[in-house]
T-cell receptor
Framework: KNEVEQSPQNLTAQEGEFITINCSYSVGISALHWLQQHPGGGIVSLFMLSSGKKKHGRLIATINIQEKHSSLHITASHPRDSAVYICAVDSSNYQLIWGAGTKLIIKP | NAGVTQTPKFQVLKTGQSMTLQCAQDMNHNSMYWYRQDPGMGLRLIYYSASEGTTDKGEVPNGYNVSRLNKREFSLRLESAAPSQTSVYFC???????????FGDGTRLSIL
């Protein structure tokens, strides 16, 4: 069993829909990261969080440490949000444990 | 703002050839990393450098060597390329181990 599991693996939605991507992990962590990988391949860090909730524009990330679960939400989704969203956890220095990613497609 | 610069962007090698992937960052970050990304799998850490002058193995170091030439540069060398090393390679850097990582655009490497 992978230590970091993301769901769903693939998600297709219509423009404007509210999107939720989930990440569950099985190890103790000091922080959890959400990243976005563009269709061209570039990877950008979206959030790093260790408790509670963070918001940036239309993106919201939450984490529940007790349940070992995090969610990434996108409000008012847009085709430019189409990307692979990756969850990674900090369980020990330097070596993040990476999820396999969720491929999101937003149709106009 | 250059950020993390990787060269080359694409490379095709024959089995047994050697090559070095270059990575440089201009953010004065202490830590640097090399990952590989294969279809359907998460990023896997090859080597990392916590600070200038130190390097350590990650999850999949076999077949690779690294050099932290100075604070800015961290290179990855394949001494004798194998088809199993066909992958997309990403370099990343961060201020410290518990800070967000900044990624280069990747190098697509094919070994024939």
């Amino acid at each position: 069993k992978n230590e970091v599991e993301q769901s769903p693996q693939n998600l297709t939605a219509q423009e404007g829909e509210f999107i939720t991507i989930n990440c569950s992990y099985s190890v103790g962590i000091s922080a959890l990261h959400w990243l976005q990988q563009h269709p061209g391949g570039g990877i950008v860090s979206l959030f790093m969080l260790s408790s509670g909730k963070k918001k940036h524009g239309r993106l919201i990330a939450t984490i529940n440490i007790q349940e070992k679960h995090s969610s990434l939400h996108i409000t008012a989704s847009h085709p430019r949000d189409s990307a692979v969203y990756i969850c990674a956890v900090d369980s020990s220095n330097y070596q993040l444990i990476w999820g396999a990613g969720t491929k999101l497609i937003i149709k106009p | 703002n250059a950020g993390v610069t990787q060269t080359p962007k694409f490379q095709v090698l024959k089995t047994g050839q050697s090559m070095t992937l270059q990575c440089a960052q201009d953010m004065n970050h202490n830590s640097m990393y090399w990952y590989r990304q294969d279809p359907g799998m998460g990023l896997r850490l090859i080597y990392y450098s916590a600070s200038e002058g130190t390097t350590d193995k990650g999850e999949v170091p076999n077949g690779y060597n690294v050099s932290r030439l100075n604070k800015r540069e961290f290179s990855l060398r394949l001494e004798s390329a194998a088809p199993s090393q066909t992958s997309v390679y990403f370099c990343a850097s961060s201020w410290d181990s518990n800070q967000p990582q900044h990624f280069g655009d990747g190098t697509r490497l094919s070994i024939l």
